[in-house]
């Protein structure tokens, strides 16, 4: 099955500076790669997502890129604010109608003012 | 609120009881999904339906788990025997199949076993 692996584990970042979090994944097979945010006690929620037919996507402040190649992607939120702190899950699916997503561990993003 | 709603938000059970979960997608999704999310996780997927069919279940579903969704609207979750390992928070989510559709969440429901 798939396995997805994210890093950093946690990361602190100046408010105003740029953060990004890293994910592999094994399954080559793998074509849908969303990110979600989750702060604490509350739901994840979809920030952005990318399909294998794209190398990158940007929305506002953030940015997902993917190397289908090294089967990896990444997550770049520029410009950070406090309210980007919260814990980020990458997740991959080699399903395109999103039928079962494997997550990452989560990387515990903390702005600091 | 038009979203994913959960229920109970949290359950303290003594081990050994049984605990059901009720999930209530966003009304027009056919697709329901229950993950499971234990501290410093990601979560880890249990099962899915299809309108009222049981399409996939994980390895981590073990025989004491059963999830229902019998007119293919809510769904429930009941586990039986509760162990301590079942602590976890338990989420559902919802999607409108094709390709495309994003998955939401609910907020999930935390177990605690005692």
């Known amino acids: 099955g798939e396995n997805v692996e994210q890093h950093p584990s946690t990361l602190s970042v100046q408010e105003g500076d740029s953060a990004v979090i890293k994910c592999t994944y094994s399954?080559?097979?793998?074509?849908?790669f969303p990110w979600y945010k989750q702060e604490l006690g509350k739901r994840p929620q979809l920030i952005i997502d990318?399909?294998?037919?794209?190398g990158e996507k940007k929305d506002q402040r953030i940015a997902v890129t993917l190397n289908k190649t090294a089967k990896h992607f990444s997550l770049h939120i520029t410009e950070t604010q406090p309210e980007d702190s919260a814990v980020y899950f990458c997740a991959a699916t080699a399903n395109f109608g999103n039928e079962k997503l494997t997550f990452g561990t989560g990387t515990r993003l903390t702005i600091i003012p | 609120d038009t979203g994913v709603s959960q229920d109970p938000r949290h359950k303290i059970t003594k081990r050994g009881q049984n605990v059901t979960f009720r999930c209530d997608p966003i009304?027009?999704?056919?697709?329901l999904y229950w993950y499971r999310q234990t501290l410093g996780q990601g979560p880890e997927f249990l099962t899915y339906?299809?309108?009222?069919?049981?399409?996939?279940k994980s390895r981590l579903l073990s025989d004491r788990f059963s999830a229902e969704r019998p007119k293919g609207s809510f769904s429930t979750l009941e586990i039986q025997r509760t162990e301590q390992g079942d602590s976890a928070m338990y989420l559902c989510?919802?999607?409108?199949?094709?390709?495309?559709?994003?998955?939401?969440f609910g907020e999930g429901s935390w177990l605690t076993v005692v």
């Open positions: 009304s027009e999704h056919n697709r």
């Open positions: 339906f299809q309108n009222e069919a049981q399409l996939e």
């Open positions: 399954d080559s097979a793998s074509n849908y």
């Open positions: 989510a919802s999607s409108l199949s094709g390709s495309g559709n994003t998955i939401y």
């Open positions: 990318i399909r294998s037919n794209v």
